[in-house]
């Protein structure tokens, strides 16, 4: 079984930035793409960004493109989330996600068999 922690959270101040990181540990097999999404309490969750396992492919939601950035490293199971330019709107609660999907995306969170317990981001204005 999959298993995701993810760290890196934390308080910053509008246009600063962050960079959460999530570890996988279990069957490498179960999963061919991970992601994040995020929520905030009383919302949808919303998809962040996915990145294919085998090619590295990334994917990314409207909002955050230019401003995020993810990435993965194979060696030490982890992939990353580089959040640039944040702003207050980006406040939530972020999950790492894994799953075995036919295209890789953050558009389902339904498609994703394996969830992370979240950490927070808070941006201030």
């Known amino acids: 079984q999959v298993r995701l922690r993810e760290s890196g959270g934390g308080s910053v101040q509008a246009g600063q930035s962050l960079k959460l990181s999530c570890t996988a540990t279990?069957?490498?097999?179960?999963?061919?793409?991970m992601g994040w999404f995020r929520q905030v309490p009383g919302q949808k969750r919303q998809g962040v960004a996915a990145?294919?396992?085998?090619?590295?492919?990334?994917y990314y939601a409207g909002s955050t493109k230019g401003r995020f950035t993810i990435s993965q490293d194979h060696a030490k199971n982890s992939v990353y989330l580089q959040m640039d330019n944040l702003e207050p709107e980006d406040t939530a609660m972020y999950y790492c996600?894994?799953?075995?999907?036919?295209?890789?995306?953050?558009?389902?969170?339904?498609?994703?068999?394996?969830w992370g317990q979240g950490t927070q981001v808070t941006v201030s204005a």
């Open positions: 996600v894994a799953g075995l999907l036919s295209i890789c995306a953050v558009v389902d969170e339904h498609e994703f068999q394996y």
């Open positions: 279990g069957v490498s097999w179960s999963s061919n793409c």
């Open positions: 990145i294919s396992a085998g090619d590295s492919l990334p």
